[in-house]
């Protein structure tokens, strides 16, 4: 696609549950962002891929929070046993490499635990 | 990385310029200013880019000191459109941890009719 994509647009997850976000980057882009971004408030990084090197978790708030990326290309952000406070929207980003910096997000998963 | 700092919010009104200034004292040598915009309910958008002096583009210019302890963002007669949050970052464009994509609070800019 022309974007980065995300899915779904919104979820809705009784507190408990576990659920994934998935996430399409650009065709082409090796390094790949998710944060976390809730009402009002700025973005969260949490985790970070580049090309087949490690991620770097170091923005994961908790064990609960795991993401994988399959053959450099579709992400998936997986939240286990989900709590209220993990009500935020979701964003994904992608970029070319060596231009990390202008980066492409997607629309976010708007997630509500309930 | 290099810590960012700017104003929590301004406001302005149509057809003003509006210029958003960043400090980021300890930036590196090889570090790059980078600006987004975020609008209400959408991911964050990249608008502009700089090393020093002054860059242009058909939405802002980027204004940097020669010392690069700072950075002003340039709005030239905004519209409504334009509220937004903006956000200043910098690093090194050719990755790093996090990839260097780390966002603070952003300025919110509210343009008044």
């Known amino acids: 696609g022309a974007g980065v994509s995300q899915s779904p647009s919104n979820k809705v997850t009784e507190k408990g549950k576990d659920v994934e976000l998935r996430c399409d980057p650009i065709s082409g882009h090796t390094a790949l962002y998710w944060y976390r971004q809730s009402l009002g408030q700025g973005l969260e990084f949490l985790i970070y891929f580049q090309g087949n090197s490690a991620p770097d978790k170091s923005g994961l708030p908790s064990d609960r929070f795991s993401a994988e990326r399959t053959g450099g290309s579709v992400s998936t952000l997986t939240i286990q046993r989900t709590q209220q406070e993990d009500s935020a929207v979701y964003l994904c980003a992608s970029s070319h490499p060596g231009e990390i910096l202008e980066a492409f997000f997607g629309q976010g998963t708007r997630l509500t635990v309930v | 990385l290099a810590k960012t700092t700017q104003p929590i919010s301004m406001d302005s009104y149509e057809g003003q310029e509006v210029n958003i200034t960043c400090s980021h004292n300890?930036?590196?040598?090889?570090?790059?200013i980078t600006w987004y915009q975020q609008f209400p309910s959408q991911g964050p958008r990249f608008i502009i880019q700089?090393?020093?002096t002054k860059v242009t583009n058909e939405v802002a210019s980027l204004f940097i000191p020669a010392d690069r302890k700072s950075s002003t963002l340039s709005l030239p007669r905004v519209s409504l459109s334009d509220t937004a949050v903006y956000y200043c970052?910098?690093?090194?464009?050719?990755?790093?941890?996090?990839?260097?994509?780390?966002f603070g609070k952003g300025t919110k800019l509210s343009v008044k009719p």
């Open positions: 300890n930036i590196a040598t090889n570090d790059y």
């Open positions: 970052l910098v690093g090194y464009p050719y990755g790093g941890s996090q990839g260097n994509l780390i």
């Open positions: 700089g090393y020093k």
